[in-house]
């Protein structure tokens, strides 16, 4: 997932790009790290829904905590970067995300699934501060009319995270098959060590992670950072005239598109929390849990892909066209996946990624658009809507339980439908009436 929280955006003056180039560097890694473990909860899903024998509703109450944070913590984390500043703020964001990742280990020990949803929250927290702090520090690192290329730089490397986490989940979680009830119920006495066995799985993972976090704490607070003015964002003060009374709640396009982003984010999150799942379902692949981890970073890779094509789809055709066009596409591919089984729904499903790229940052642009001075309000606003990663994901896993998790998806091609609608219809602001 790309960096979905934004701060405004200001720029150091007299910066040299050669001066910089170590600091982007570093901070690229930031991007990377939060891609790299959001998208580890793909992998944490399937691991622990074996571990303590879940149902796909409890399962995705990973998601649940994790994606809850952002909700809880956006507008505390944009008011914390404010009085400690951005680098600070950044650094905050790396040992609290440190220390979610240290409490997997407790939580494996203790084979508490509470523990666990905990450090997940711990962990999301962090890097919603992280969200909030960085990206001006990436727009304040060279020229301000280059700023737009560092960032798209950066959401090169978030989107590396996304597709290498599965594969590294694989190898170091998923190595070993889960059982099935009845194959535990063989083992007797010795059901409960591998239990343990399997929780344990996460904790030298995570203990690394944690490592990685701290030492690129260790880094940003060596480098030599500039000190950011504060200064509005540039959207604030150059929007058209039409967004500059009112609020942004009487924004039609902003609205609407918070509950697309709330529609969209929660799509996405359901749909990559039950690709192993659905790989695994004999009637599509039957593919042992770490195989079907391998295919999730073709998902994200295609995500990855996706975004290089777009930044050239979106230089020549409406946005709003270009988002519609991407989301019935994936309505289109969850339906064949739907009235098909086998290979032919898998690859409809994994086909999903590539049509995922454009959409997040789509959708922001179209919501923001003409706000004038409530940008910022309504920038708060969208962020606040990622909610719906929370909250779709554990009503899809509530379907799943019903009616299998092959036709579950039928949640998320609903999602996928208001977003086609938004983008055609629901992103045009309406002309007042005449007195």
Not at 54 to 62: E, K, N, Q, V, W
Request: hydrophobic residues 55%; proline residues 6%.
């Amino acid at each position: 997932m790309s960096g979905l929280v934004h701060a405004p955006i200001a720029v150091a003056p007299n910066t040299s790009s050669a001066r910089y180039a170590g600091p982007l560097l570093v901070l690229s890694t930031l991007f990377f790290m939060w891609g790299f473990l959001t998208c580890m909860n793909d992998i944490i899903i399937p691991h622990l829904k074996g571990v303590f024998e879940l149902s796909f509703t409890r399962a995705m109450m990973i998601q649940f905590a994790f994606f809850a944070a952002y909700f809880v913590v956006s507008l505390p984390a944009g008011a914390l970067v404010e009085r400690l500043g951005y680098k600070q703020g950044i650094l905050l964001g790396l040992v609290t995300a440190a220390c979610g990742c240290l409490l997997f280990y407790p939580a494996a020990a203790e084979r508490s699934y509470v523990l666990f949803l905990g450090a997940l929250f711990v962990l999301a927290s962090g890097i919603t501060v992280l969200q909030v702090a960085a990206n001006p520090f990436v727009a304040a690192l060279g020229k301000p009319e280059t700023a737009s290329a560092r960032l798209t730089l950066t959401q090169a490397f978030n989107s590396l995270g996304t597709t290498l986490a599965p594969l590294f989940g694989s190898f170091v979680i998923l190595s070993t098959p889960s059982k099935s009830k009845a194959e535990l119920a063989l083992l007797g006495s010795a059901a409960e060590a591998y239990r343990a066995a399997e929780a344990s799985a996460v904790q030298r993972p995570y203990l690394g992670l944690a490592g990685a976090l701290l030492c690129l704490a260790a880094l940003i607070a060596a480098c030599r950072l500039p000190d950011l003015r504060r200064t509005r964002p540039a959207q604030m003060q150059s929007a058209p005239a039409r967004g500059a009374s009112g609020s942004a709640w009487s924004h039609r396009p902003l609205v609407l598109g918070a509950l697309a982003i709330f529609l969209y984010v929660g799509g996405e999150v359901a749909i990559g929390s039950l690709l192993v799942s659905f790989f695994k379902d004999p009637s599509i692949a039957g593919l042992p849990e770490a195989q079907g981890a391998r295919l999730v970073t073709v998902y994200w890779g295609g995500a990855m892909l996706g975004r290089f094509l777009g930044t050239l789809t979106l230089r020549r055709f409406r946005p709003n066209k270009v988002l519609a066009l991407h989301a019935s596409g994936v309505v289109l591919l969850i339906a064949l996946a739907l009235a098909t089984s086998g290979p032919v729904a898998m690859y409809a499903i994994l086909a999903i990624g590539l049509l995922n790229s454009v959409m997040f940052p789509t959708i922001f642009a179209l919501a923001l658009d003409g706000l004038g001075p409530h940008a910022g309000q309504g920038s708060g606003i969208l962020c606040m809507a990622i909610v719906g990663g929370a909250l779709v994901p554990l009503l899809q896993g509530t379907v799943a339980d019903a009616i299998g998790v092959h036709y579950s998806f039928i949640v998320a091609a609903l999602c996928y439908a208001y977003v086609t609608w938004y983008g055609l219809e629901g992103s045009t602001p309406v002309a007042p009436k005449p007195a």
